[in-house]
């Protein structure tokens, strides 16, 4: 049988082990997810283009062109499908960006348009 007060130090060196270990998940992911949101914002207002036709605060654009990103607040889903398919008179951008950067622009329209 192990002795307690080496048991309590095991636990003790476990506990800080899986706090550690939680921080660090959480910085990872964020710094993952900031990546993607600064690659998103990149696209939008530059291979993208699509400052030139939709207002977005983040993006200090102002067009009316298209609708307001700020005022119909779209899921990442949303902008996902209308940028891959194209939606009235947007045309699709699937084949111009890839999946991975089509992805990068609904997660940072969908979080930016929020704020």
């Known amino acids: 049988m192990i002795p307690n007060f080496i048991m309590k130090k095991l636990i003790i060196n476990f506990s800080k082990f899986l706090f550690f270990l939680i921080v660090f998940i959480y910085v990872f992911n ?3 997810s900031d990546e993607i949101y600064e690659k998103g914002r990149l696209i939008f207002l530059e291979k993208g283009n699509c400052a030139a036709c939709h207002a977005l605060a983040d ?3 102002d067009s009316n ?4 990103l700020n005022q119909i607040r779209p899921d990442i889903n949303r902008v996902i499908m209308a940028v891959t398919n194209g939606i009235g008179i947007m045309p699709a951008y699937q084949g111009e960006l890839t999946p991975k950067e089509i992805e990068a622009v609904g997660h940072y329209v969908s979080i930016s348009a929020e704020n």
């Open 65 to 68: 062109i298209g609708p307001n």
């Open 59 to 61: 993006a200090a654009s």
């Open 30 to 32: 964020q710094a993952n």
